[in-house]
């Protein structure tokens, strides 16, 4: 595995020479960059771990940068460096979503754990290591998870449908004392509340017209582990009553059954409704809430940590070409722009249906922004005006053709159907070096 990439974008040379060997002697691989300018121009060849960049730069300064990258990378960490009377300016940065920031004259230590931690920000945490993000929210929940994990209290995860809660509550086991045993999982809003019953509960042969066979319930087979309730807040009020009766007196009674059986679970459950205001319509247990909600967790909707958005687009992407034999890289910079910018009423669920529409439709090695915006059936929230259009084709253009030929100038030009000198003048335009395609697979 090549070690991280980090790109170094500062005017000072002599700064820019001496990260360079400082981050290379820890063990990372570097690029740099002497503006703004050229380090956007580096973003475009090759995507780093993380951006080191000083705050006060002649043209483009670094929160200037750093909006740029937020705005196509959200996810990519950014670290500023700045002098002591900017650093209002850093904190400021800070809480727009900059990683971090040093004052200079720092120490390299500092910098090297800042960095660590910043490259280190892409990975969920390993005993999560099948939930995807980056988000600042879902960190903070999922370490409440592995805290509430060593407890056995009840757990009762709210947000809206398509939000992970399930998978959340899977984490929530495999982070408890009860890992080992099965973990159970039943859509209360699925079911017919007569099959409902049976499946919770249980059966003995007889019990029931076509109940040819004994029967265990869920609660049964999820006996020394973590019973799931998922849409518990569209459970039947008779059927509250009885599970109410299992989580105090840990036994239940199939149906038909004249003996009691003990049983002991742990139970999760997950809703998208108020249920307080259930409560209130006499349609949910206040007393079963209080059992259920001793530890109330919130699952944020996409919309609030649309930094996971692109890491969990490539996921779903990097899943169906495997799944179907696609060849479907990723999605084009617009395409990735409107995933960023969509509502996402349904959440992650809407999210991975949208990828599947397209991977679906797709005939190019990048899934274009016009088929996102038909998965999304909607246009998008901004249109640029024209010549905002034209500038941003024509970067992306340029940089694919470089990319194309290894910065080879001539064959580009003759590619573009354009003289060198023109080419070369629509290279300088948009601050582009030959020299950066090169061997940047090597890198």
């Known amino acids: 595995m090549k070690p991280p990439l980090v790109l170094v974008v500062d005017d000072d040379a002599d700064l820019r020479r001496l990260l360079d060997m400082r981050l290379q002697a820890a063990g990372y691989r570097v690029l740099t960059a002497a503006s703004g300018e050229e380090g956007l121009s580096r973003l475009a060849v090759e995507r780093p771990r993380a951006v080191i960049t000083d705050l006060r730069m002649p043209g483009m300064d670094g929160m200037q940068l750093f909006e740029r990258i937020h705005a196509s990378d959200p996810a990519l960490p950014v670290i500023v460096l700045t002098a002591h009377g900017s650093i209002p300016d850093a904190v400021a940065a800070t809480q727009g979503g900059v990683f971090g920031y040093l004052t200079k004259p720092f120490e390299a230590s500092e910098l090297l754990a800042l960095l660590a931690r910043a490259v280190g920000a892409v990975q969920a945490p390993a005993r999560f290591a099948e939930i995807i993000t980056v988000s600042p929210l879902m960190k903070a929940l999922l370490d409440e998870i592995a805290l509430v994990g060593a407890s056995d209290a009840s757990v009762l995860l709210q947000g809206e449908s398509g939000t992970g809660k399930e998978m959340l509550a899977r984490a929530l086991h495999r982070s408890s004392t009860r890992r080992r045993a099965p973990f159970v999982a039943i859509n209360c809003a699925a079911i017919p509340e007569a099959l409902l019953e049976s499946e919770l509960f249980g059966h003995v042969r007889g019990a029931f017209t076509g109940a040819d066979s004994a029967r265990r319930g869920l609660l049964q087979s999820a006996q020394g582990g973590t019973l799931f309730l998922?849409?518990?807040?569209?459970?039947?009020?008779?059927?509250?009553?009885?599970?109410?009766?299992?989580?105090?007196?840990?036994?239940?009674?199939?149906?038909?059954?004249?003996?009691?059986?003990?049983?002991?679970?742990?139970?999760?459950?997950?809703?998208?409704?108020?249920?307080?205001?259930?409560?209130?319509?006499?349609q949910f247990r206040e007393d079963l809430y209080y059992r259920l909600n001793v530890v109330n967790l919130h699952v944020p909707p996409l919309r609030e940590r649309r930094?996971?958005?692109?890491?969990?687009?490539?996921?779903?992407?990097?899943?169906?070409?495997?799944?179907?034999?696609?060849?479907?890289?990723?999605?084009?910079?617009?395409?990735?722009?409107?995933?960023?910018?969509?509502?996402?009423?349904?959440?992650?669920?809407?999210?991975?249906?949208?990828v599947e529409q397209c991977c679906a439709l797709c005939t190019t090695v990048r899934i274009p922004a016009?088929?996102?915006?038909?998965?999304?059936r909607n246009r998008p929230s901004e249109i640029p005006s024209y010549a905002e259009a034209k500038e941003h084709f024509e970067r992306a253009y340029l940089v694919n053709l470089m990319k194309l030929t290894g910065g080879q100038v001539t064959e580009a030009a003759r590619l573009a159907q354009r003289n060198r000198t023109e080419f070369y003048r629509l290279l300088q335009k948009h601050a582009l070096s030959p020299a950066l395609f090169k061997n940047a697979g090597d890198r």
């Open 307 to 354: 930094e996971d958005i692109p890491a969990l687009a490539q996921h779903f992407v990097d899943q169906l070409a495997n799944r179907q034999g696609r060849r479907v890289a990723g999605f084009t910079p617009d395409a990735l722009d409107l995933l960023l910018r969509a509502d996402w009423p349904g959440n992650i669920r809407q999210l991975m249906n949208v």
């Open 370 to 376: 016009a088929l996102v915006a038909r998965a999304l």
């Open 230 to 282: 998922d849409e518990i807040g569209d459970m039947p009020l008779p059927l509250q009553a009885k599970l109410l009766r299992v989580l105090q007196e840990r036994e239940l009674r199939p149906l038909g059954a004249t003996e009691t059986v003990a049983v002991d679970v742990r139970v999760v459950s997950a809703t998208h409704r108020d249920l307080e205001a259930a409560i209130a319509a006499q």
